[in-house]
């Protein structure tokens, strides 16, 4: 028998198992938003291979993949050759966030699984097709957030699973830090995340998604009752086209979020409190915690266990939805989570636009 047919023979006999347990072949569509460094420079795991890079700014790509020593030979300046020369199982998206719609509506028909940067889309009208695109292609539409992957997080969650606080009844959700041009983002970043159009407003859709998604999940997809919002521009010679101040409250029956976003914070800061019945949880970064129960017993702090894969690291993640390993659900990456999530800023904008509260219905 030929070598090359002896190959393709056992091959085609490899059991399920091992075909479960070989790196998903992930492509990167997009350089423009700096989260991608989050994937270029990620230390091998054995679960994901990057087989393609699609991004029209060939300096930029050249840019990055000297940086993290990736060959160019990765590289392709448009996204449907590169699709049609790896045939990539997943794609990771760091576009603009306007964007992210015309990238589902090339890849799902293809049969390949997303997951966008944060947030799912620019609007509800993008989200809302980019969902039906996935149900008819039958393909995974999942959003990558920062703060999913901080264990203080589900720590939170797990805690008030167990009654330690009794029933939510307010949440405090803070993101955000000095502003972009602060804290030195690269310009092809600073472009379209300060424009109204590729990112849906400033920091109301740049920190507002964190803390929508966070009360939704919180909440158990629960959708608000009604969104109130009020926007500023603090820094109006910086920020011209957008706001760079949104204060966003939720209201539930029987509960209240609360979410602040700043491109004015004096720090950078991604932290939450949340109230119950009997007591409060605070997690004040993505490990350090406070508790406290009770009038009469003083506050606790201690550190959140650490996360166990696949829920420490977003392309852990995955390629455990991929290889069938987990089902998204009501995660904090799942479609129906981050549908509600762009129903709450889609009310939020139109509250601030307004000075009226939004009624939200099922």
């Known amino acids: 028998m030929k070598p090359v047919i002896a190959f393709l023979l056992l091959f085609a006999l490899a059991s399920p198992v091992q075909a479960q347990d070989r790196p998903v072949r992930v492509a990167v569509v997009g350089l423009t938003h700096t989260h991608v460094h989050w994937i270029l420079g990620r230390p091998d795991r054995g679960d994901i291979e990057i087989v393609g890079i699609a991004e029209p700014d060939t300096a930029l790509a050249y840019r990055y993949l000297a940086q993290h020593g990736l060959s160019r030979d990765l590289y392709y300046a448009d996204t449907s050759d590169m699709l049609e020369a790896v045939r990539p199982e997943a794609v990771t ?102 424009d109204p159009v590729l990112n849906g407003g400033g920091a109301l859709t740049d920190f507002g998604c964190y803390g929508a998604n966070l009360a939704t999940w919180l909440m158990k997809g629960a959708r608000p009752t009604s969104v109130f919002a009020v926007t500023q521009q603090l820094k109006p010679d910086v920020y ?56 009469d017993t003083p506050e606790i702090a201690f550190n959140a266990d ?38 709450i800023l889609d009310a939020a904008r139109t509250s601030a636009r307004t000075g009226q509260r939004v009624e939200l219905h099922d």
């Open 93 to 194: 998206v760091f576009t603009s966030i306007y964007e992210h719609l015309a990238v589902v509506r090339e890849v799902a028909p293809r049969g390949i699984h997303i997951m966008v940067e944060k947030p799912l889309a620019v609007s509800g009208e993008h989200a809302r097709e980019m969902a039906q695109l996935a149900e008819t292609y039958g393909v995974h539409l999942l959003t990558n957030y920062e703060t999913t992957w901080y264990p203080s997080v589900h720590e939170t969650a797990r805690r008030i699973e167990g009654g330690q606080i009794g029933a939510i009844r307010k949440m405090v959700i803070r993101d955000g830090h000095r502003g972009p041009r602060e804290i030195g983002v690269n310009e092809e970043f600073l472009v379209w995340l300060t």
């Open 240 to 295: 011209p086209d957008v706001d760079d101040e949104a204060t966003i409250v939720l209201t539930y029956p029987g509960a209240q979020a609360i979410i602040q976003a700043s491109w004015n914070w004096p720090i950078s800061r991604k932290d939450m409190e949340v109230y119950g019945e009997r007591g409060y949880l605070h997690a004040d970064d993505g490990q350090r915690m406070r508790s406290r129960v009770s009038d």
């Open 306 to 343: 650490p996360a166990s894969t696949p829920f420490d690291d977003p392309f852990a993640y995955l390629a455990a939805v991929v290889r069938g390993r987990h089902e998204p659900g009501n995660d904090l990456s799942s479609l129906p989570i981050n549908l509600t999530v762009m129903d």
